[in-house]
């Protein structure tokens, strides 16, 4: 145990001293062993794309890591609890929203695309076509997923830990992320791997058990659950 948290103080000290180079090689570590778990664990493939691969790694460096490290400090800067009347829940809810419903859908979704596309070599046609089928999904599941993680990264998390709080979320977001932006859509359309399969069968397991809960008469759901609610509708 030691060991461990003698290493977080070596971590934690060059996300102060060094915030944009650590974030930068976390993002692309944990980016990297996202897109491994997605392919070879999901989607069940022979052999590596690693074009893909160094694609999403170079995604989750310069944007992830990079990116996020300005825009957060925004945040901590301008959404401070002062400015809600002194609730670190509201500030941090703002935060959360901002990030999901403004900048998510605007700057991250559009950048990914494009950073996927161009790096592989797909013509415009392509990368049009390839956002347009996966975007409202995406979007969707970000929304579901890390609403409620930023409003604790927001609330709770130390200003120099929130990208690396981030960047560990993107561990499970980032197998998301490439699989419903990776996948071809022959194979969603047709007959569906393995890995597909399972996702759809959570997904309608979920949305099945959150509707019987919203419906049940006296039900009293927190906020989190009906918003997965409401994500798994879109997502269909």
């Known amino acids: 145990m030691s060991f461990f948290r003698a290493a977080f103080r070596i971590y934690s000290k060059q996300l102060h001293t060094n915030p944009y180079r650590t974030n930068c090689i976390s993002g692309g570590v944990l980016g990297f062993v996202g897109d491994l778990i997605c392919q070879k664990g999901v989607e069940k493939v022979d052999t590596v794309d690693w074009t893909r691969s160094q694609a999403f790694t170079g995604f989750c460096v310069y944007y992830q890591g990079g990116f996020d490290t ?11 609890a002062k400015r809600f009347g002194g609730s670190v829940f509201k500030a941090g809810m703002a935060a959360s929203l901002l990030d999901n419903l403004v900048h998510v859908p605007l700057l991250y979704m559009p950048a990914y695309f494009a950073t996927m596309g161009a790096w592989q070599g797909d013509s415009l046609e392509k990368l049009k076509s390839d956002t347009q089928a996966a975007y409202k999904n995406t979007v969707a599941a970000c929304c579901a997923l890390w609403i409620p993680l930023q409003l ?28 419903l932006s990776c996948v071809p859509q022959t194979n969603a359309q047709s007959e569906s791997p ?23 008469p006296g039900a009293n759901l927190d906020w989190s659950s009906l918003l997965m609610f409401a994500a798994a509708n879109r997502i269909e």
């Open 70 to 80: 300005w825009l957060y400090g925004l945040y901590g800067k301008y959404l401070t």
């Open 152 to 179: 604790l990264n927001f609330t709770v998390v130390p200003l120099h830990l929130r990208v690396l709080f981030v960047n560990f979320g993107c561990l499970a977001w980032n197998v998301i992320l490439d699989y």
């Open 194 to 216: 393995v890995g597909h399969a399972s996702v759809q069968r959570l997904l309608e397991n979920s949305k099945a058990g959150v509707k019987d809960a919203v419906q049940a």
